[in-house]
């Protein structure tokens, strides 16, 4: 079952957030992950979420979704990303 990791993304440092997307693309690609979407267009039609950007990403499943995430390669990165935005990220299980 395909996984998602879904980032709501409040970009503040748009210099350290264009390092990390330099270099994000090259841990994705030993986990399988596919980006479904990056994107600052975004219509709220309910409730009150104020997000600024939005990435989805899709993995063959969660256990590869956490391997991502978890591996050596994106921790050496993830602090550029966490300097630059203030994000919330979540993994969901697809159908």
């Given at each position: 079952m395909s996984a998602y990791a879904i980032f709501d993304a409040d970009i503040h440092d748009a210099s350290l957030m264009d390092e990390y997307l330099e270099k994000v693309p090259a841990t994705l690609k030993k986990y399988g992950a596919k980006l479904l979407a990056a994107t600052s267009t975004i219509?709220?039609?309910?409730?009150g979420w104020a997000s600024k950007?939005?990435?989805?990403?899709?993995?063959?499943?969660?256990?590869?979704?956490?391997?991502?995430y978890n591996s050596p390669e994106y921790q050496a990165v993830l602090p550029l990303r966490l300097k630059a935005a203030n994000d919330r990220v979540i993994f969901v299980d697809g159908m």
């Open positions: 219509d709220t039609v309910e409730g950007r939005v990435v989805i990403l899709e993995f063959a499943d969660m256990e590869a979704a956490r391997a991502w």
